[in-house]
């Protein structure tokens, strides 16, 4: 059964639009998600975990319990975001499960 | 090391050969981890190794897979009879923890079975 769900695999926006990458999963416990960013010709690398709560390159996420959802978002895309984007879940705090991925382009 | 470290970058070999592919953690890191990227099927959990406890080898394929970790360091993930659809790059990352703590990632493997 699919725990981490990405429903779109390619997102296009341009510069300056709003961004939102969704993820759903399904975990019976209490989850920690994380999502992760592979830009062109590098290493896949963390972007941000929900329990940070934090803004990272202007990316914020927001776990909603109620929905199973933890959809990336920014309010104006850029460039350099351009990027392949994975949700991840973390089960029981030992292995990660990934999503499919959504490839993000920002069009100029 | 500066990072988690893979090797080789590629490899093409021919269908019923077997491969090895290994990798080198960042030192320290108990927690060590085998994906799978290919196109459309995103990142497919192999096989995850944490301290001296045995691995969630849950993600393995088949039994034509199977990894090991010597010394709680490098891992060398093995491939036998190896078919066209094991073609894919093979990632490794390693953490300080386990899940809750961040994954770094190598550049992975890129295996080509023609």
């Known amino acids: 059964a699919q725990r981490v769900t990405q429903p779109e695999k390619l997102l296009s926006v341009f510069k300056g639009a709003p961004v939102e990458l969704k993820c759903n999963y399904s975990?019976?416990?209490?989850?920690?998600l994380f999502w992760y960013v592979q830009y062109s010709r590098q290493r896949l690398q963390l972007l941000l975990r929900h329990i940070s709560r934090e803004s990272i390159k202007g990316f914020t996420a927001d776990l909603n319990k109620g929905e199973t959802s933890f959809h990336l978002k920014k309010p104006f895309a850029q460039e350099e975001d351009s990027a392949m984007y994975y949700c991840a879940l973390s089960e029981y705090g030992n292995k990660l499960v990934f999503g499919a991925g959504t490839i993000l382009r920002v069009k100029s | 090391g500066a990072g988690v470290s893979q090797s080789p970058s590629n490899k093409v070999t021919e269908k019923g050969k077997d491969v090895e592919l290994r990798c080198d953690p960042i030192?320290?890191?108990?927690?060590l981890y085998w994906y799978r990227q290919s196109l459309g099927q995103g990142l497919e959990f192999l096989i995850y190794?944490?301290?001296?406890?045995?691995?969630?080898k849950s993600g393995l394929p088949s039994d034509r897979f199977s990894a090991e970790r010597t010394g709680g360091s490098v891992s060398t993930l093995t491939i036998q009879r190896t078919q066209q659809e094991d073609s894919a790059v093979y990632l490794c990352?390693?953490?300080?923890?386990?899940?809750?703590?961040?994954?770094?990632f190598g550049n992975g493997t890129r295996l080509t079975v023609t």
């Open positions: 990352a390693s953490s300080t923890t386990g899940g809750r703590s961040p994954l770094h």
């Open positions: 190794f944490q301290g001296n406890s045995a691995p969630d």
């Open positions: 030192s320290g890191h108990t927690a």
């Open positions: 975990y019976s416990g209490s989850p920690e």
